[in-house]
């Protein structure tokens, strides 16, 4: 069993950047495929990145692609998310998971093993 927990948000201005961290418990997080989501208040879940069990593939929300890398180091057990160019229209709780169910890596449903999430927020 993966457990997932998400640090390096906060408050940061238009045009900054910030890194997230997920760190993962357990021996299999090299196995598995996996995503980090985002949500605002008020609206659902919604897709950010994702990135297969070795690293060699990488998908993104069209809105990020160019701005936001997503990476990880599987000998730390650690997901990344870079996020450069921040736009308020980012602001909202950063979740990582795990993704355990059909192909579809957009969508959370495929996803289990959410950690708690960390809030960025982008000032104008």
């Known amino acids: 069993q993966v457990q997932l927990v998400e640090s390096g948000g906060g408050l940061v201005q238009t045009g900054g950047s910030l890194r997230l961290s997920c760190a993962a418990s357990?021996?299999?997080?090299?196995?598995?495929?996996m995503g980090w989501f985002r949500q605002a208040p008020g609206k659902e879940r919604d897709f950010v990145a994702a990135?297969?069990?070795?690293?060699?593939?990488?998908y993104y929300k069209d809105s990020v692609k160019g701005r936001f890398t997503i990476s990880r180091d599987n000998a730390k057990n650690t997901l990344y998310l870079q996020m450069n160019s921040l736009k308020p229209e980012d602001t909202a709780v950063y979740y990582c998971?795990?993704?355990?169910?059909?192909?579809?890596?957009?969508?959370?449903?495929?996803?289990?093993?959410w950690g708690q999430g960390t809030q960025v927020t982008v000032s104008s």
């Open positions: 990135i297969n069990w070795s690293g060699n593939t990488e």
């Open positions: 357990g021996r299999t997080f090299s196995v598995y495929d």
């Open positions: 998971a795990v993704r355990k169910y059909g192909r579809d890596y957009s969508s959370a449903g495929s996803y289990d093993n």
